[in-house]
């Protein structure tokens, strides 16, 4: 069984959960940052559905299935660099998401931090983020990306 990459970290800060992932890229910042940036990139490795207002204060808005809905405001817009939103699942349990992109001699460093997010809720998103994680590397290698919940299956018992 294979991993797919690194495991990502779980910690508390204080009262926060933290969740941190870092992943290399063998592709400029410039085409990781269009897939994490614009309606198509996120849609061809994230979620199915997805709007974004490129801009400080612009509105996100991804749609996984009908049950699963995230929304919300961008608070950091560093084009090439930084990318962080709120990240509010269902109108009612908010987190927030931040991508840090840094150039390396091969390609680009991702850093994927996702604070607040409740409790009960880390069990999940840790090995998900993994396996869309997974996708996105598939993505910007120009592959098909694998299904997410195959990823996620073989992933989330490396997470207890």
């Known amino acids: 069984m294979t991993t797919h990459g690194h495991i990502g970290t779980l910690t508390r800060d204080g009262e926060d959960n933290?969740?941190?992932f870092v992943?290399?890229?063998?592709?400029?910042?410039?085409?990781?940052?269009?897939?994490?940036?614009?309606?198509?990139?996120?849609?061809?490795?994230?979620?199915p559905t997805a709007t974004i207002d490129p801009r400080l204060g612009g509105d996100v808005e991804m749609t996984f299935d009908a049950e699963n809905v995230v929304s919300?405001?961008?608070?950091?817009?560093?084009?090439?660099?930084t990318l962080a939103h709120t990240w509010v699942i269902n109108d009612e349990i908010p987190s927030e998401l931040r991508?840090?992109?840094?150039?390396?001699?091969?390609?680009?460093?991702?850093?994927?931090?996702?604070r607040k997010l409740p409790d009960e809720m880390c069990g999940g998103y840790t090995p998900?983020?993994?396996?869309?994680?997974?996708?996105?590397?598939?993505v910007l290698e120009g592959d098909e990306p694998p299904a997410w919940m195959d990823v996620f299956g073989e992933v989330a018992p490396h997470y207890g």
């Open 18 to 20: 933290v969740i941190t």
């Open 99 to 114: 991508y840090e992109l840094t150039p390396t001699a091969g390609g680009t460093e991702l850093r994927l931090v996702h």
């Open 128 to 138: 998900g983020w993994h396996a869309y994680l997974v996708r996105l590397e598939a």
């Open 72 to 81: 919300g405001i961008i608070t950091t817009w560093d084009p090439f660099t």
């Open 23 to 47: 992943r290399t890229f063998r592709v400029p910042p410039e085409r990781v940052w269009r897939a994490l940036s614009t309606q198509e990139g996120i849609e061809a490795w994230l979620a």
